[in-house]
Structures are given as structure tokens and as C-alpha cells.
Nanobody, 124 residues
Framework: QLQLVESGGGLVQPGGSLRLSCVAS????????IGWFRQAPGKEREGVSY????????NYADSVKGRFTISRDNAKKTVYLQMNSLKPEDTAIYYC?????????????????WGQGTQVTVSS
């Protein structure tokens, strides 16, 4: 069964950094694009960033452009989300999902089911 496990969240002060990891379990990442999403309390889940199968094409929500960087290491079956200059409004549970194509990411459609996510809290 296709499973992705998120980690790397935590409590950080405004302006700080975190690196999230999304690790594939039981399957190869080679055939999937990966999206990062987040859900803040009382809000709907939203797309944050996307990376295609090759890693050559990425996309970011306007709210995180210039601060977040997505990357992938297929050999390690891992996709990373480097988050810099964090703001309180970045506080949310962060999830990753596997997609066949960008339109699936835009619709929030993933293979399998959502994982537990990793909590990111930005607060002084």
C-alpha cells in the first residue's frame, strides 16, 4: 500500500527555519509527483508546494514563494520542504501526497490516504 510519512515539524520562533521530510514506504517515488499541503485550525487543507517526477519542475503557493524550497531524493525515497523565514501564519499540520500529475495536486487528489502529518508551530 502506498504510504507517505511526514516528519520534521516542531515549534520555532518567527523568522526561524525547519526542514520537513516526506518518506515513501513500500513503493518507489520514481513514478510520482509529490505535493506538500497544510491545514491550519478551522481552515481547509491547502496546497503549499509541488515537485514533478523528475524534480525539474516545482510550484509554490504565493504565500510561501521565496521562503520555502521543495526538493526530492528518489534514492532515499524522500521529498523535503525547506521552510525559511517562518511566520505565525505558517502554523499548521503539514501533509504530503503522491500525484500522477499537477492537476491532481491542484484538486488535492492523492494516491492512497492522508497520513498523520507533522505539526509546525511558529510562535514567540
Amino acid at each position: 500500500q502506498l504510504q507517505l510519512v511526514e516528519s520534521g515539524g516542531g515549534l520555532v520562533q518567527p523568522g526561524g527555519s525547519l526542514r520537513l521530510s516526506c518518506v515513501a514506504s513500500g513503493f518507489s517515488l520514481d513514478y510520482y509527483a509529490i505535493g506538500w499541503f497544510r491545514q491550519a485550525p478551522g481552515k481547509e487543507r491547502e496546497g503549499v508546494s509541488y515537485i514533478d517526477i523528475s524534480g525539474g519542475s516545482t510550484n509554490y503557493a504565493d504565500s510561501v514563494k521565496g521562503r520555502f524550497t521543495i526538493s526530492r531524493d528518489n534514492a532515499k525515497k524522500t521529498v523535503y520542504l525547506q521552510m525559511n523565514s517562518l511566520k505565525p501564519e505558517d502554523t499548521a499540520i503539514y501533509y504530503c501526497g503522491a500525484h500522477r500529475k499537477y492537476s491532481d495536486y491542484q484538486r488535492g487528489r492523492i494516491f492512497g490516504s492522508w497520513g498523520q502529518g507533522t505539526q509546525v508551530t511558529v510562535s514567540s
